[in-house]
């Protein structure tokens, strides 16, 4: 099974600074289709999870510009231009190159500071 | 709009069994495979398995091998996922999911296991 992990695992932030969260995997997410299937989720308190980032660096309808998604291989990042409050949450990376299983990181719990 | 509305909050004793629907709308059922992630108290999300509504055709995570169930009935556009021999750490809120970007959550089913 292919291992996410993410760094920081905690991340306290300034309102309307930057932030940005690391997510490597444990084996290459290029798939042969010329995909690579690393998708960003937002987990706001006491609500389900929330597809923010899909295919590395695409964004999903209604996500706010301020997100960003980068990254290759094994090796991806999640950026938030200027963090506002109600980005407060846990953020989780996921794969779905290789699977069965899909697998999640850990998630990075994003608060204000 | 896709909506996947799940089935009410469950509490269950040790060793018995629940099934949680996953009614879906607002897309072509048979177009996209659905999964069930599961998230216990203040953890991380675990994917269970997943179906492929089409042809009923399913995969499970090893770790639930022989313990959990996914079928669908595709005149009601609705999935399940039954978990047997239900333990204290099965207490989790579960999520059908749709396709296998995971882009649609459901509102998830909180199911705890105590006696």
């Known amino acids: 099974d292919v291992v996410m992990t993410q760094s920081p695992l905690s991340l306290p932030v300034t309102l309307g600074q930057p932030a940005s969260i690391s997510c490597r995997s444990s084996?290459?997410?290029?798939?042969?289709?010329?995909?690579?299937?690393l998708n960003w989720f937002q987990q706001r308190p006491g609500q389900s999870p929330r597809r923010l980032i899909y295919?590395?660096?695409n964004r999903d309808s209604g996500v706010p510009d301020r997100f960003s998604g980068s990254g290759s291989g094994t090796d991806f990042t999640l950026k938030i231009s200027r963090v506002e409050a109600e980005d407060v949450g846990i953020y989780y990376c996921?794969?779905?190159?290789?699977?069965?299983?899909?697998?999640f990181g850990p998630g990075t719990k994003v608060e204000i500071e | 709009q896709v909506q996947l509305v799940q089935s009410g909050a469950e509490v269950k004793n040790p060793g018995a069994s629940v099934k949680v629907s996953c009614k879906a709308s607002?897309?072509?059922?048979?177009?996209?495979?659905l999964h069930w992630v599961r998230q216990a108290p203040g953890q991380g999300l675990e994917w269970m398995g997943r179906?492929?509504?089409?042809?009923?055709?399913?995969d499970y995570a090893q770790k639930f091998q022989g313990r959990v169930t996914i079928t669908r009935d595709t005149s009601i556009t609705t999935a399940y996922m039954e978990l047997n021999s239900l333990r204290s750490d099965d207490t989790a809120v579960y999520y059908c999911?749709?396709?296998?970007?995971?882009?649609?959550w459901g509102q998830g089913t909180l199911v705890t296991v105590s006696s």
């Open positions: 999911v749709v396709d296998s970007q995971g882009r649609d």
């Open positions: 607002g897309y072509t059922f048979t177009a996209y495979f």
């Open positions: 179906i492929n509504p089409d042809s009923g055709g399913t």
């Open positions: 084996q290459s997410l290029a798939h042969s289709d010329g995909n690579t299937y």
């Open positions: 295919k590395v660096s």
């Open positions: 996921m794969q779905a190159t290789h699977w069965p299983p899909l697998t």
